[in-house]
Nanobody, 124 residues
Framework: QVQLVESGGGLVQAGGSLRLSCAAS????????MGWFRQAPGKEREFVAA????????DHANSVKDRFTISRDNAKQTVYLQMNSLIPEDTAVYSC?????????????????WGQGTQVTVSS
């Protein structure tokens, strides 16, 4: 059974940092491309960042570029999202996802497996 479990969310003041983790089990994470998405109340799910299976390709949404960094440690079956300079607009539930499809990693419909999500709240 495939499981993706996010952790590291919480409440932080604007300007602060958080590091999200996504621990995978039931699959060999190195054969999957991984993504982070977020969804705020009343808004559509939004692409945040993605990383290829080898880690050689990384994509970040324009809204988080230069503030967030995606990375992975295949030996630990874990993907990370380092979030710096957080702003209130970053408040959302953050979910990680796994896909075997390399093209269009920003499209959430391409992903096969999803975690339950972790809440990130940024206060002003």
């Amino acid at each position: 059974q495939v499981q993706l479990v996010e952790s590291g969310g919480g409440l932080v003041q604007a300007g602060g940092s958080l590091r999200l983790s996504c621990a995978a089990s039931g699959l060999s994470i190195g054969t999957y491309h991984m993504g982070w998405f977020r969804q705020a109340p009343g808004k559509e799910r939004e692409f945040v960042a993605a990383i290829s299976g080898s880690g050689g390709r990384k994509d970040h949404a324009n809204s988080v570029k230069d503030r967030f960094t995606i990375s992975r440690d295949n030996a630990k079956q874990t993907v990370y999202l380092q979030m710096n300079s957080l702003i209130p607009e970053d408040t959302a539930v953050y979910s990680c996802a796994a896909t075997v499809w390399f093209n269009d990693l920003s499209e959430f419909r391409k992903y096969d497996y999803w975690g339950q999500g972790t809440q990130v709240t940024v206060s002003s």
